[in-house]
């Protein structure tokens, strides 16, 4: 690592306030801490704020979950409310990582991780989002991590989070404290940027924002599921995810919400796939219409066209699941 | 502006460490695993990828387990720390360290520190009813079952494959611990 400044936040305007001078946050550092050891980070300061106490979980006077910044992983997997009212979300969080790392990442960090391409943690390759300009090393390399939507030609990176995709589909929003001490509240749709030619802008953030909580809207009706493949059972990133809800009244689905993961440069939703399903039956015809749209625009290459393929029947063995099998 | 490249940043922190306070003075880049190894003299925790893949440096921090080598010493003033010293010692082994001599729950030995620190944090989450990605039920009563012992130490690599010893080893706590609340 390269030599840098410690200091602990005391508020958050200490925090804001330092950030916005060009200091880095660090909570779990499970992320940060490995790619500064690889110099793919240099920050000349940190500012910790792991003690700011933004580590509650509490319902909302609407029936949802407010969930601090600082809430760890593990400790929000086994919050009896997220895993009886947003099981996607216990499945998510217990998808992604190991049990060491679970208990130091943190909510708000594991929205903010980086991207896994093996060249943006290559500093001798060259990267638009760790070097904007020097190019794309995995255009032509190899891409079994990245994303088959949304990419640009300038990068094809994806974002790694499993939390985040199920947050995605359960309308998650995110409360931010900015520099000069506002707070305001963004859906988490609105939190993430496509690469186009700024892949090193990944977000909405201004510098000095400090995320402060999730929230989740109230538990709505219907089925939902985490469903993630990967290449071993456990502790790897996803080829691809796919977090969905749908609820089905007389056999017609009623609602539909769904995200994806391991297929894009943000966590991925698409409105035409909902609407794809809503007021339709819950057959296999119904979800395949449904796949067909999510993949109508995927552009994949040699190392990632397996992912085209995959998440078809991914997605329609998810539905298929939470609508008792199927109908034929 | 930037820093002067050899310009160091020094910290000075408390570590409660398996029941002792440390006062360390070290550089701000020092991560917990290399202060307990190359400060205080602490070689049970073990260095392996030095990148939070192998779990080799696990040691459990206000009674979780984390991986020591992702994590500042600095960010761990006041904290209370546990490690393999901790644990117990020749003559004066752990229960589930007795379980892996008498399972050979190990060959060369190197991930063992961290497999056993893993282990004895995994089996408190278990019992305080933290449901895992294998769990039929999330809400349910949580069995330590082969599967569920392998989902949950799957940030413990075992370059050695000793994996069905460990696993017989950390289930014969698991079974020990319920006849415990049970019986």
Known sequence: MKPFDYQRAADTSTAARAAAKGAMMIAGGTNLLDLMKLQVLTPDSLIDITRLGLDGIEPTKEGGLRIGALVTNSDLAADMAVRRSWPMLAQALLAGASGQLRNKATTGGNLLQRTRCYYFYDTAAPCNKRMPGSGCSAIGGATRLHAILGASAQCIATHPSDMAVAMLALDAAVEIEGVSGECRTLPLNDLYCLPGDTPHIETTLAPGDLITAVVLPPARPGRQTYRKVRDRASYAFALVSVAARIDIVDTRITAATLAFGGIAPRPWRDDAVEQALIGQPPTRATFETAADTLLAEAVPMDGNAFKVPLLRRTLIATLTTLSDGGQS | ?183
Not at chain 2, 83 to 108: N, Y
């Open chain 2, 1 to 183: 502006m930037a820093r002067d490249p050899g310009e160091k940043s020094n910290m000075q922190t408390d570590l409660k460490i398996n029941g002792t306070v440390h006062h360390l003075n070290a550089d701000t880049r020092t991560t917990l695993l290399d202060a307990l190894r190359n400060h205080l003299g602490l070689t049970g925790t073990k260095k392996g990828c030095d990148h939070g893949q192998c779990g080799a440096c696990t040691v459990i921090v206000n009674g979780r387990r984390i991986n020591a080598c992702l994590t500042l010493a600095c960010m761990h003033d006041g904290d209370q720390i546990i490690t393999i010293e901790g644990l117990g010692e020749p003559g004066a082994l752990s229960p589930l360290q007795q379980a892996f001599v008498a399972h050979d729950g190990f060959q060369c030995g190197f991930c063992t520190p961290g497999q056993i620190c893993s282990a004895t944090a995994m089996l408190t989450e278990i019992a305080e009813g933290w449901p895992s990605r294998v769990s039929e039920d999330l809400t349910g009563h949580v069995a330590a079952t082969i599967a569920e012992i392998s989902e949950r130490m799957s940030g413990n690599l075992c370059r050695c494959a000793a994996y069905p010893n460990i696993i017989d080893a950390i289930l014969e706590m698991a079974d020990g611990q319920t006849a415990g609340t049970t019986g």
